[in-house]
């Protein structure tokens, strides 16, 4: 079965009880039980719920995976993941890594004992197993990276990190399985934002983990429940409901992206631009080995912080917003927005970086819109 009819069909079979063609959505909180112990499969909705399956046997299709588990946000799940490991433990994570997490990393978990080592891609890719020690047990990736469009090669890391025992996360959100699956490129977990891409539409928040590792998930299901950070019913069905479009959706986010990428890069006042779709691009041949296309994200320098505070405040159909991945098109100052809590580190962001998720509309309006910001 292929992508486009995966999406569309896993885990949502037709309602036995109406025949709905659409996944209903189960909001109880409880589940009638025939005796002490003896129900359909359902006894309370922290612990499972049917929309919630549906969902996630559907996403777990679509990355490859035997396995997969539904979070009430890409923070919910990345917490949810961090309870594998203890005080003492050692992570090695590339260091343009997403602000919440490294926010996550380095203020709520670094303080109760855990060691983090922060790695550029290119390191990552090519001398990993030189930074891993005995307590090394999870190797975090992003590829590509979020702002700065890194690109990490997925097999070479996977292979340093399990020749020390390490697992290895890769957060996919960017390039969604239908671009990229790192599980079949050697990682153990998979990690989503569910409201970014997979959603789509800017109007729910999510998370998901998937893998093949039968103990792993046994023990993301006990924390799943035993934690709670579970997503409602209506959030599940929100994001099933994205999932259905996501490959015509990436396919435009994709068109549209290497045009206005394009742009950009024969722009005068555009310094630099980061797109693993462009040749220029450093990661370019890796992207393109491990990636079915080169994703919706462009992010690019201008020459000075005040300049691009100012672009970004000129544009009318790219809204100034934080998020990614939905149909509509959004501009942003990841220095002072989404990445602000990077700003004492030494990978900071730059403060002259504009990131653009680039959306669905006709290609010729987002061109013109940008353009004419950029017409100062």
């Keep these: 079965m292929k992508f486009e009819t995966k999406a569309i069909h896993v885990g949502q079979e037709p309602d036995p009880a109406t025949g709905a063609v659409t996944t209903p959505i189960y909001q109880t909180s409880t589940f009638v039980q025939e005796a002490v112990g003896v129900h359909k499969g359902y006894d309370y909705a922290r612990v499972a719920n049917p929309t919630r399956t549906a969902l996630q046997e559907c996403l777990a299709a679509l990355e490859g995976a035997a396995h997969g588990h539904a979070f009430s946000s890409g923070l919910g799940a990345t917490t949810t993941l961090m309870h594998l490991l203890s005080?003492?433990?050692?992570?090695?994570a590339v260091n343009d890594v997403y602000g919440g997490v490294y926010r996550m990393f380095s203020q709520v978990y670094e303080p109760k004992g855990y060691r983090f080592t922060y790695l550029t891609p290119d390191v990552i890719s090519t001398g990993l197993a030189d930074h891993l020690d005995e307590q090394t047990k999870l190797v975090w990736l992003e590829t590509p990276t979020n702002p700065l469009l890194n690109i990490v090669d997925i097999r070479t890391a996977a292979a340093a990190a399990h020749a020390a025992g390490a697992l290895v996360v890769v957060d996919n959100t960017f390039a969604t399985p239908y671009l990229q699956r790192p599980l079949e490129l050697g990682a153990d977990l998979v990690l989503h934002s569910t409201t970014k891409y997979l959603?789509?539409?800017s109007d729910v928040v999510g998370g998901f983990v998937a893998t093949n590792d039968d103990a792993l998930s046994e023990r993301l299901a006990f924390l799943?429940?035993?934690l709670g950070a579970v997503p409602g019913p209506?959030?599940?069905?929100l994001v099933l409901r994205g999932i259905k479009t996501l490959a015509v959706r990436m396919d435009r986010h994709c068109e549209n992206a290497v045009a206005i990428a394009s742009l950009l890069e024969r722009h005068p006042r555009v310094e630099r631009v980061l797109y693993p779709g462009l040749p220029s691009h450093p990661g370019h041949r890796l992207a393109a080995r491990q990636m079915r296309n080169f994703g919706?994200?462009?992010?690019?320098l201008l020459g000075s912080e005040d300049e691009a505070a100012v672009v970004v405040a000129r544009t009318q159909i790219w809204k100034l917003a934080e998020s990614l991945g939905g149909v509509e098109s959004l501009i942003e100052l990841p220095a002072r927005m989404t990445h602000a809590s990077t700003a004492d580190a030494p990978f900071a962001v730059p403060g002259s970086l504009i990131r653009l998720s680039v959306g669905i509309e006709s290609v010729d309006d987002l061109l013109?819109?940008?353009d004419g910001a950029l017409a100062i």
Excluded: E
């Excluded at 005080?87 to 090695?92: A, L, T």
């Excluded at 209506?234 to 069905?237: H, L």
């Design 296 to 300: 919706g994200m462009v992010s690019f």
């Design 224 to 226: 799943q429940k035993s």
């Design 87 to 92: 005080p003492g433990d050692h992570v090695v």
């Design 368 to 370: 013109a819109d940008l």
């Design 234 to 237: 209506f959030d599940c069905w």
């Design 199 to 201: 959603g789509g539409h």
